[in-house]
Nanobody
């Protein structure tokens, strides 16, 4: 059974940083394309970033490009999202997702999801 567990969310002031983590079990991590999505209050879930199996290739949504970085540690079965210069519009529940093989920015390509971690940006 594939399981994804996110952590690292919390309350941060505008301009601050957070680093989210997601641990995958039940699937070989080095066979998995991985991604982060988020759902803001009252909004649909949207793509944030995705990363290839090797970690060498990434996709970053334009709304966060230059401020968010996705990475992975295949030895630790862990996906990361470093978020810098956070602004209130980043307030959302952040989800990690996994799929076998190629990474994708499309929500429907992912069958395995974590429970989400809340990020709140507020002064």
């Amino acid at each position: 059974q594939v399981q994804l567990v996110e952590s690292g969310g919390g309350l941060v002031q505008p301009g601050g940083s957070l680093k989210l983590s997601c641990v995958l079990s039940g699937r070989t991590f080095t066979d998995a394309g991985m991604a982060w999505f988020r759902r803001a209050p009252g909004q649909d879930r949207e793509f944030v970033a995705a990363i290839s199996i090797s970690g060498k290739d990434t996709l970053i949504d334009d709304t966060v490009k230059g401020r968010f970085t996705i990475s992975r540690d295949n030895a630790k079965n862990t996906l990361y999202l470093q978020m810098n210069n956070l602004q209130p519009e980043a307030t959302a529940v952040y989800y990690c997702a996994s799929r076998p093989g190629y990474y994708s920015p499309h929500e429907l390509d992912y069958a395995s999801w974590g429970q989400g971690t809340q990020v709140t940006v507020s002064s």
